[in-house]
């Protein structure tokens, strides 16, 4: 088809769709909206809860829109839409997300051009595949004609028709949704009302080719056919040559209520996922796939899973606890590493210039790993390695973990500030916040696994550091974490303020990796902080490490820092030029930012790790990488009497009633 001839004004029925255009496309304040019709099939409160809810389908946890491997999955209508997005009963006009960025106090703005991407090839695929993709919509969302009557509300499986893109500022990419069963209605749309066009009313909208790209597309606004495709020098122009203006835009309802037939109309799934079902086989239960939220099945609601025990939903009060068949710790043993009575092989690592020592007792191979933690000072991490005979010990690894997994009740994800921690925890006798807070329950109340793992920790503790009495620091805390297959613990350190100098661990289950590291502004010399409301890296004024990259430099910067008798904005000044000069010192194919582990441990089933030295927390920071399908670490700490205030002290007594424990049962 040849371009249509250019028109110089509408006419009569042209006026009248223009008028039902600006009927259909018309956009009231969120305040105004009237109230929907229906509810939606599922709606969550908050982003984590509908993402882990959703996983598999929607899991985007600050962007718009969801896909995986080149399939196009899921989109989040919520704030931050473009001028001409539409959403109405069963069409949805949207702009490609990305290419933003923050624009003050005033929320988001586009950035740059929008270019084909991965997200828009996979709405190609999409549409040339007829593969629907799932539509969430917030209630910040200024398009949907009625009020959502919750924070994030399911609307419906959409058809993918069309992808192009237009011309504001920048390029934008835009599609077209259409509802899958347009038959039915959606939810969505306001109480009472009737639709002003039926979809597929109006016919087929106009299409054109263009003659200097070849590219053919249908007629999309009321003020001309234009082509679409950002590469050719015909974009964005009208037939007579010029740009629209922004007033001209109106949707041609022929393009905006076309009516799309697919050869399958049928949604592929429901919103509301089925219940996990406890499997019969061990170990089945602890897959990360088990961590996923559930939807509902009683009032829509989109519950994470919080507790260690299943799922509770927080809408209706709905539970499902199905019953976790336990791990038996004869299954958990890795055969590529063999325990035998033995002294155990080790598979840790470190760098050269971490001092080491080993020693053989009760069983256990004692790896003592020695670094500066700072210019004066050094810090300590001790890896006992477990063999069979700690393991099968009377009251040690194997019936610890066993019982654990049965009788250990009240394991929580605790809340972070806009997520869930990733594992389960719950912390007996001396309070302890950690990365988020969370109560705390006395040691009459803990399962006996937990005492003994205190005691064994303070015996371990004492044997390795030489004290042949009691410390007097005894440990009087325990964090008890829980992981499932694939969580992890990200770096991070034990050094809150008012805890003891010393960290241990006793760790049971599957196999991880636990590696310590300096933190980066420590060992490259750079942080980023605000000074008088201006962000800017600035260099540290730690004494560098011998082994820390440019450290001659950062000796030389120091001493000019300390001598300088600057005044604090002159300081701050010659720091960002220091740490201007510290990262042009840098090779270029060496990172400024990426920091090596110092020691990487391979701990076992029944392992003990003890890290001793409080700057070895000020400065330096260790992560853990669990391998096995579940597995729980012990963590003591003393927590120092006047660490807390009067309102954060436990109303129990801390007292640890046990039998000492002595290791003479693993003497060797």
């Known amino acids: 088809m040849s371009l249509p001839a250019p028109q110089p004004a509408l006419d009569a029925a042209e006026h009248d769709l223009a008028a039902i255009s600006l009927a259909v496309t018309k956009k009231l304040p969120i305040g105004q909206k009237p109230e929907p019709r229906g509810q939606p099939e599922i709606w969550a409160e908050s982003r984590h809860h509908l993402c882990e809810s959703l996983s598999g389908l929607y899991a985007s946890w600050q962007g718009s829109y969801y896909g995986k491997s080149g399939v196009a999955k899921a989109f989040m209508l919520d704030g ?19 290419s933003m960025a923050k624009d003050g106090d005033n929320g988001m703005k586009q950035r740059e051009d929008q270019e084909p991407n991965h997200q828009y090839h996979a709405m190609v695929n999409a549409i040339n595949q007829q593969s629907p993709v799932a539509v969430i919509c917030g209630d910040k969302n200024s398009q949907v004609p009625s009020k959502m009557p919750h924070k994030y509300n399911s609307l419906d499986w959409y058809k993918v028709t069309h992808v192009w893109t237009e011309r504001d500022r920048f390029n934008v990419i835009k599609y077209r949704l259409e509802k899958l069963e347009s038959a039915t209605t959606g939810w969505w749309v306001p109480r009472d009302s009737e639709p002003v066009v039926e979809l597929g009313a109006l016919g087929s909208p106009v299409k054109a080719h263009c003659g200097s790209c070849s590219s053919n597309y249908d007629q999309i606004y009321l003020c001309g056919w234009m082509c679409l495709n950002s590469k050719c020098e015909k974009f964005w122009c009208l037939p007579d040559g010029d740009t629209p203006d922004p007033a001209q835009l109106i949707y041609d309802l022929r393009f905006l209520k076309q009516k799309t037939s697919w050869v399958n109309e049928q949604a592929p799934i429901s919103f509301r996922f089925p219940l996990y079902t406890a499997s019969a086989i061990a170990g089945e239960d602890y897959k990360v796939e088990n961590l996923r939220g559930m939807t509902c099945p009683e009032c829509g609601k989109c519950n994470a899973r919080v507790k260690w ?8 009060g709905f539970e499902h606890m199905p019953r976790i068949n336990p791990l038996p710790a004869a299954s958990i043993q890795d055969q590529n590493y063999p325990v035998t009575d033995a002294y155990p092989s080790s598979y840790d690592s470190a760098l050269s210039h971490v001092k080491l020592s080993v020693e053989f007792s009760h069983n256990y191979r004692w790896i003592t790993y020695k670094f500066n933690v ?30 654990l997994q049965t009788n250990c009740h009240g394991l929580v994800r605790r809340e972070l500030s806009n997520a869930l921690m990733n594992s389960f925890t719950i912390n007996y006798g001396m309070p302890y916040k950690f990365i988020a807070a969370g109560e705390s329950l006395p040691f009459t109340d803990a399962p006996w696994p937990v005492t003994e793992a205190v005691s064994r920790l303070n015996w371990a503790d004492r044997m390795t550091s030489g004290t042949a009495v009691k410390d007097q620091e005894n440990f009087n805390e325990l964090y008890l974490v829980a992981y499932l297959q694939d969580q992890s613990m990200s770096y991070h350190d034990d050094g809150e303020k008012g805890l003891g100098s010393t960290v241990a661990t006793l760790s049971l289950g599957g196999r991880a990796e636990m590696n310590f590291r300096p933190k980066s502004p420590f060992y490259h010399g750079m942080k980023t ?21 440019n450290y001659e430099m950062r000796k030389q910067f120091l001493t000019e820092i300390r001598n300088g008798n600057l005044s604090e904005d002159e300081e701050h000044e010659r720091l960002a030029e220091m740490a201007t000069a510290l990262r042009a010192a840098y090779p270029s194919k060496q990172s400024h930012t990426k920091v090596d582990d110092y020691i990487k441990l391979s701990l076992g089933h029944g392992d003990i790790v003890i890290m001793r030295g409080a700057h070895l927390q000020k400065y330096y920071e260790h992560g853990v990488t669990p391998k096995g399908l579940m597995r729980y670490a012990l963590t003591c700490r003393t927590v120092l009497p006047g660490h807390l ?20 049962r693993i003497a060797k």
């Open 374 to 403: 700072s210019a004066t000072e050094e810090g300590e991490v001790v890896h006992g390695i477990a063999n069979r005979v700690v393991r099968e010990e009377t009251g040690g690894p194997n019936e610890m973990w066993e019982d």
């Open 645 to 664: 205030k009067e309102s954060e002290l436990p109303n129990y007594e801390v007292d640890l009633t046990q039998n000492e424990y002595d290791g003479s």
């Open 309 to 316: 025990e299943g799922w509770e939903c927080t809408g209706c």
């Open 80 to 98: 931050n839409g473009h001028a001409r997005d539409h959403l109405d009963e069963n069409v949805i006009v949207l702009r490609a997300s990305g």
């Open 529 to 549: 902080i605000h000074y008088k409301k201006k962000r800017m890296t600035v260099m540290t004024k730690d004494d560098p490490l011998p082994e820390f990259p």
